[in-house]
């Protein structure tokens, strides 16, 4: 990757060598216990009608975080396939699975989601969480789930809109902007999430919805999914922030989570699209 600005995706690439494999495990681990991920994977199953006996396909599983709740809603007369390019992360998900004995309904595969290997209308639904934000070709990657999809059968797309993120509190604001700021520019697709309804459309998919499961986050902590530590040291090393000043506005977060201050929005939503019936 040519352009030094672009600190986002490359990161996803199978077996990259940008940051630490151990401490992107972390961070998908905890985001995926925080809002938004984990509160758009609980209304997941609120708007995907997934049922026992069920084939379905979460395409960028990465650790694989959805795959026990989809086996379990599929039971064993069901199939889930978890696919992913990154070998170690799908090692992480085969652990999680097996934990969870379920083995027998989970079958994990290395490949990429844009070129998979399975005939068409292989599956009842097929799903992807944060993946298309860092696609190529996001439209081109839903005409792939379309694909492999039934007829009659489901496409769901999990992403954010990192544009929509707006942060309030006892802070420096203007470092802080500075920071989301970069955070996008880092990102392939940053607005994947509400160009989905249309991305859908131009995929084929009809009946579409979009749902969006906004999260207001209030703790520090809990920021930790916009990597704002990582992104305010580039801006530093671009010379756009001061060290003191990126410090300053750091601890300013701790501090406003801490007096009850800091209010973060993040638009997030879930996409959902029929496979139209065969002709
Ligand atoms: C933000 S993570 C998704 C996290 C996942 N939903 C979870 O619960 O762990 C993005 C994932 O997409 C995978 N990925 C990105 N591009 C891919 C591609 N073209 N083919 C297969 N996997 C891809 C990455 O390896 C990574 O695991």
């Not at 630490?20 to 495990?25: K, Q």
């Not at 994947?192 to 579409?208: D, F, Q, T």
Request: charged share 30%.
């Amino acid at each position: 990757m040519s352009d030094k600005s672009f600190v986002g995706s490359p990161r996803w690439s199978p077996g990259s060598t940008g940051a630490p494999r151990a401490e992107l495990i972390e961070f998908l681990e905890r985001a995926g216990r925080a809002s938004p991920a984990r509160d758009a994977a609980e209304r997941w199953f609120d708007v995907v009608p997934l049922r026992q006996g069920q084939r379905v396909i979460d395409a960028g599983c990465g650790i694989g975080l959805m795959l026990p709740r989809f086996a379990r809603a599929v039971g064993s007369s069901g199939h889930v396939v978890g696919l992913d390019h990154a070998e170690d992360l799908l090692e992480r998900a085969r652990e999680r699975v097996h934990a969870e004995a379920l083995d027998a309904v989970v079958e994990l595969r290395g490949g990429d989601i844009n070129r998979m290997d399975f005939p068409a209308g292989t599956f009842d639904i097929a799903t992807t969480e944060r993946v298309l934000m860092h696609q190529e070709d996001p439209t081109a990657t839903l005409r792939e789930l379309r694909r492999i999809v039934k007829p009659g059968g489901f496409v769901v797309a999990v992403e954010p809109d990192l544009r929509c993120c707006r942060l309030d509190g006892n802070v420096d604001l203007e470092a802080i902007q500075l920071m989301l700021e970069r955070l996008v520019k880092g990102v392939r697709n940053p607005s994947v999430g509400s160009e989905l309804y249309r991305r859908m459309h131009e995929a084929g998919l009809v009946e579409r919805k979009l749902v969006p499961v906004s999260a207001i986050i209030t703790r520090a902590e809990d920021l930790h999914f916009l990597r704002l530590r990582e992104t305010s040291r580039k801006l530093v090393e671009d010379g756009l922030l001061s060290q003191e000043r990126m410090l300053g506005a750091l601890a300013g977060l701790e501090e406003s989570s801490r007096e009850g201050t800091l209010a973060c929005f993040v638009g997030y939503f879930i996409a959902v699209g029929r496979v139209p019936e065969a002709l």
